[in-house]
């Protein structure tokens, strides 16, 4: 096997850009997974597709739009989720269909070619830039690092955020900066993973994980070991068969997901063992 | 000395087209057990968020533990206040243990940016024992049974060392046995730590013997308010529940043969 293409530059930059992009997706994954609210990286993934046109069209940088768009959608849901008139599966779909609507508008109204605009929605990897990791790289830092500085009050509140609030906490700034997260990790993986396939590598990694444990940091750790090994197996595949690393990438976080669904500790009885309780 | 831990004055509350506090005045004092019932939808669980600041008073004064409730003092006063509410359904795959939900009664307490240190563990791990739970500790939450979860319920809601006690229906949709365990359990803990209390329900059968003092209410209002002996009556749950006194009579002849 020739692997001698990993040693150009675009397959670094892709290789790094599957680490970076692995970890943050997998990471807003879990909330997803927890929250029990699987339509949220399908709505902002489409807000951030439709800003993103909506840039090109107009003509400043598609991230910007895409940023926006996103955060906009997570300042929708939000408020409409929380205000209990509809249930946040209805108010994703809502702005799901909503975004929708407004990128093919913004692709019909696109003079020329939409190839760039077409890129947005498969994702294309292998031509990312130092830019684009540069920014991959803030937002993966940023959200783990809100995860390790609020992890207790983000467990609480993905337990339950009606016990969250009833023991002081801020559960609904929580849950709000969840879903901007989401947006802001979604509009940095974009152009690498695309606006179709992205709802996949949120999700995958982190069912897979939650089938694998009780414990909820190991939740993380290995979410984020799952997306990583989705981006990594997926350029291999992808180089191997010549075939779209973004689609390559999603089937082997679905590959992944399957696995830790036929092994799962959780389909079994277990006999729990009593252990001392010391000071953690 | 007893002194007023709750004053709430002309409460009204509503929820959209809907009033689920009419004007409802109560005053309870330090180390009371107080058993509010009624009928479903009488507003018994609004009072309850009325008192913890989750409710939102549309009109009226409310004063809990010294402090008068305002719009951005709530999470304060919630620290301060435990909550336990109805038996939820709990996905049985949530990665958490007992401990760890055990541990969200002290998060509130602790602040953001600090982690629970060995005091914090150790109160978990009292508490823990004091709900006779201390064994399934370590157990997946979603492994327990309703009884059990109502019980690391109150053990987090004791872990956060709170100055008041609330229990919305906590034994709803528990079976007898459970049911049972749980008004011990809490009668247990209202006297060791005499914790002002204040239990819902809407279900006779599960009202502690111990109340000092019981609260009818029904539509949104407060009909009556007083000693056990006096208001657990035949004619005074006739007129709360709407039900012929032949029919209550009949009932309450049920809950002493089940005694």
Known sequence: MDLSIFGYQFMQNAIISAFLGGIACATVGVFVVLMHLPFIGVAMSHAAFAGALLGLWVGFDPLIGAFAFSLLAAAIVGPLADRGQLTPDTSLGIVFSLMLGIAFLFLGLMPGTRSSALDLLWGSILTNTSEDIILLAVVTVVVVGLVISFFKEIQATVFNRNIALSVGLPATIILYGVLFLTGATVTASLRSIGGLLIFSLILNPAAAAYQLTYSMKKMFLLSAVFGVLSGWIGLLVSYLLDVPSGATIVITSSIIFIIATVFSPKRKVRRWKEEPLAGE | ?259
């Open chain 2, 1 to 259: 000395m007893t002194s007023t831990v709750i004053s709430i004055k002309n409460a009204v509350v509503s929820y959209r087209e809907d009033v689920a506090l009419r004007g409802v005045s109560l005053e309870v004092t330090s180390g009371e057990f107080v058993g509010i019932i009624g009928p479903n939808g009488a507003g018994k669980t609004t009072l309850l968020t009325v008192v913890n600041g989750m409710g939102k008073l549309f009109s009226g004064q409310v004063t809990v533990l010294g402090d008068p409730l305002r719009q951005g003092n709530g999470r304060s006063l919630r620290k301060r206040v435990g909550y336990v509410a109805q038996v939820d359904n709990i996905d049985p795959r949530m990665p958490m243990d007992v401990r760890e939900v055990v541990m969200i009664g002290r998060l509130g307490v602790l602040g953001l940016f600090r982690r629970p240190g060995k005091r914090d563990w150790q109160i978990v791990d009292e508490m823990l024992e004091l709900a006779g739970m201390t064994h399934l500790a370590r157990r997946p939450i979603g492994h327990l049974s309703g009884g059990e979860q109502q019980r690391a319920a109150i053990a987090r809601c004791l872990a956060q060392e709170p100055e008041l006690f609330l229990l919305d229906e906590p034994t709803a949709s528990l079976d007898w046995k459970a049911q049972s365990g749980i008004l011990e359990l809490v009668k247990e803990i209202h006297d060791l730590r005499e914790l002002t209390t204040l239990f819902v329900t809407h279900d006779l059968d599960a009202l502690p013997h111990t109340c000092d003092r019981i609260v009818l209410m029904k539509d949104g209002l407060i009909v009556d308010d007083g000693p056990p002996d006096r208001l657990i009556s035949t004619s005074s749950l006739s007129r709360l529940y709407d039900l012929p006194e032949s029919v209550v009579e009949e009932r309450r002849h049920h809950m002493h043969a089940k005694e």
